[in-house]
């Protein structure tokens, strides 16, 4: 099979001849691992996307204090400053561009090619799926959230307070940035996306971050609207979510989600399989980092993966394989868990 029907029959429920592999070739990974993960994963080589060798970050002088550990500052494009730590692991905001629920209305998005593409602009969007979907799947993230972008806008608590006060202000707020949303939404699929994916965090450890009361009043209403035009094109819809959000699985589906990404240990993985075969969701399956990845050894990366394999049955359709290498895993847990989605 090619990786396209690979990718088209596994999400469509049938028997693929081996389990769809999803690469996501982190910076991280390459800066930690150099030519070693370039040449690991032009060895074996995903079905999402063609691989090309990615250079190795070289970080400046300037990202380390003078105890050589890495601390940056950096604004990002919605004007929210992030401290880092460690370099690839996600930063903590601070100095929040909206201070008060009266600044709501004045804020000004950013600007982004999606959202303006007509014309000649348009047609190179066109012209790239075009020659994409010649061997792939084109599965184009869209960039809508709300939790991740916007409360980074105004601090997570003030967010969440103003999220349950239901205010006009927030309201208002939410409506726009759906609107922005739209628009980016709206040019990939005049463009020719096959697919789009959303990505918020709605869950914890062990629970929702939100109740889902909450969720379906001032949330799911605007994912509809989102999503609505997706469906109408006929086109997948897939999301991502950290934390254990099993109680809006139903929402997602009725909302027209046909794929998840799901943060694995947040599940039991016997509860999840049956959970996405009661909703019809097609699975990304990202193994443990948080502890397997990270601490575990090698032959512990590759007892994860073969009990995942036998619950999950890639092969058979509706799930496939998701890769990152993320920061601090050693190479040979990397090498193990790409050898050994690779040899089902």
Same mark, same amino acid.
């Given at each position: ?62 990202? *380390?204090? %003078? ?69 792939? *799947? ?5 960039? #809508? ?47 020719? #996306? ?71 240990? #947040? ?10 075969? %009661? ?20 032959? %512990? ?23 990152? #290498? ?19």
């Amino acid at each position: 099979m090619t990786s396209k029907e690979r990718v088209r029959f596994m999400l469509a429920g049938k028997s693929t001849d081996r389990p769809a592999v999803q690469y996501y070739y982190s910076p991280v990974g390459f800066y930690e691992h150099g030519e070693k993960l370039n040449d690991l994963y032009e060895l074996y080589p995903g079905d999402f996307e063609k691989f090309t060798r990615k250079p190795i970050p070289v970080l400046p002088k300037e990202d *380390f204090d %003078e105890n050589g550990r890495y601390h940056v500052f950096r604004d990002n494009e919605w004007g929210v400053t992030y401290e880092y730590r460690v370099y690839g692991m996600m930063g903590h905001a601070m100095g929040f561009p909206i201070k008060s629920i009266s600044e709501f209305k004045d804020y000004k998005f950013p600007s982004s090619p999606n959202y303006t593409y007509d014309g000649d602009a348009l047609q190179n969007l066109r012209n790239h799926f075009e020659n994409f979907k010649k061997e792939y *799947f084109a599965l184009s993230g869209c960039g #809508a959230s709300y939790l991740e972008n916007v409360s980074p806008l105004r601090g997570f608590d003030n967010f969440m307070m103003d999220l349950y006060d239901d205010s006009p202000e927030v309201n208002i707020f939410l409506d726009r940035i759906t609107d922005y949303y739209l628009k980016n939404i709206t040019a990939l699929i005049k463009a020719g #996306a096959e697919g789009i994916a959303f990505g918020d965090d709605f869950g914890t450890q062990y629970d929702l971050i939100i109740s889902k009361d909450l969720f379906r009043h001032a949330l799911k209403p605007r994912f509809k609207r989102l999503m609505d035009p997706i469906r109408e094109a006929g086109l997948h819809i897939h999301f991502h979510s950290c934390g254990r959000i099993i109680e809006l699985f139903d929402d997602l589906y009725d909302l027209g989600v046909n794929s998840i990404w799901p943060q694995m240990p #947040a599940y039991d993985m016997r509860e999840l399989h049956d959970a996405c075969k %009661e909703y019809d969701f097609s699975i990304a399956l990202h193994p443990d980092r948080a502890m397997t990845m990270t601490h575990g050894t090698p032959d %512990e990366v590759r007892e994860l993966i073969g009990n995942i394999n036998e619950v999950f049955k890639p092969k058979d359709g509706g799930a496939w394989f998701y890769i990152e #290498a993320d920061t601090g895993f050693p190479f040979e847990n990397i090498k193990a868990l790409v050898e050994s989605v690779n040899n089902f």
